[in-house]
């Protein structure tokens, strides 16, 4: 959490291997990223970690399917991923949209897509920026509950950047970043 302007999404595009750290060193699962070459790093940020963004960024002209399934076309093994692409969008409540487009979805329901996408890999970090931030009350609850569950189920690390006190209140732990610095603000 903290105030709009103070690096919160910038943060999380660095721990997710997105923007390189002006100094300093990250290192995800015992690799610093940014010493791969430009295909390994792809491939790193492919299979580790799991991107939502506020602005859901599916592909207009994919079906829910074909959005959940697009980062298994980078990483494939020659694994048919449809029966997990499947799996997650019925977890996320919405397999009777499996056709749809993203046009003919509401806010809550695009961004349940995502976070069926970004759980597709079985990622082992899952970076969020303002997943709930333009949600109605409702639709904002819908998608907290689904991550905070998926989260749960499956053995995930969760990084989730939030205006939502509500939200923020229900992570185990939570860190402001006012400053330029971070620091702890509860701990369960």
């Known amino acids: 959490m903290g105030p709009s302007g103070t690096g919160k999404s910038t943060l999380l595009y ?35 970690i799991g991107f939502v963004f506020q602005d859901h960024c599916l592909l207009p002209q994919c079906s829910v399917l074909e959005n959940v399934l697009m980062p298994t076309l980078v990483s494939s093994d020659g694994k048919d991923e ?12 919405l397999i009777d949209r499996l056709d749809h487009r993203p046009a003919e979805l509401s806010g809550g329901e695009k961004q349940r897509v995502s976070l069926a996408r970004a759980l597709i890999t079985k990622p082992k970090l899952l970076l969020c920026d303002e997943p709930t931030g333009n949600l109605d009350h409702q639709a904002a609850e819908v998608v907290a509950m689904l991550l905070l569950d998926l989260h749960r189920l499956q ?10 006190v509500e939200l923020a209140q229900r992570l185990p732990r939570r860190y402001e970043l006012v400053d330029e610095q971070l620091r702890q603000i509860s701990r369960e």
Not at 27 to 37: H, R, S, Y
Not at 155 to 164: D, G, Q, R
């Open 155 to 164: 053995e995930t690390i969760l990084v989730l950047v939030t205006h939502n």
């Open 82 to 93: 449809t029966n997990r692409a499947r799996e997650l969008i019925e977890q996320v409540g």
């Open 14 to 48: 660095i721990i997710g291997a997105l923007e390189p750290p002006t100094s300093g060193t990250i290192t995800l699962d015992g690799q610093n990223p940014f010493e791969l070459k430009e295909k390994e790093l792809a491939r790193f940020r492919n299979r580790q």
